[in-house]
């Protein structure tokens, strides 16, 4: 079984900065990519961006290309997303996930963590 916790959301006004974690736990999963996906009131969960549990691949949705960055702490089982330049549309709940069953863009996982909520004003 694996344990996902983020933290890190909040409120922040438009051209702020967050930094999510995703701390993950309970068994090993060097092989895994690790996402990160974002639900809107009234909209399906999308693909922020993911990384390769070694750390080497990083991708991102085109909306967030430029202002938010996935990385990784091997050391400490945890996956960060530094969010700059928010902007009001970026406010949602924010998850991490792992163990992909599909393809890794899609909201098919098999781990989720409980999510954090990211509100940007104008």
């Known amino acids: 079984q694996v344990q996902l916790v983020e933290s890190g959301g909040g409120l922040v006004q438009a051209g702020g900065s967050l930094r999510l974690s995703c701390a993950a736990s309970?068994?090993?999963?060097?092989?895994?990519?690790m996402g990160w996906f974002r639900q809107a009131p009234g909209k399906e969960r999308e693909f922020v961006a993911a990384?390769?549990?070694?750390?080497?691949?990083?991708y991102y949705a085109d909306s967030v290309k430029g202002r938010f960055t996935i990385s990784r702490d091997g050391t400490k089982g945890t996956v960060y997303l530094q969010m700059n330049m928010l902007k009001p549309e970026d406010t949602a709940v924010y998850y991490c996930?792992?163990?992909?069953?599909?393809?890794?863009?899609?909201?098919?996982?098999?781990?989720w963590g409980q999510g954090t909520q990211v509100t940007v004003s104008s």
């Open positions: 309970g068994r090993t999963f060097s092989t895994y990519i």
């Open positions: 996930a792992t163990d992909p069953t599909g393809t890794f863009t899609r909201a098919e996982y098999k781990y």
């Open positions: 990384i390769s549990w070694g750390g080497r691949n990083t």
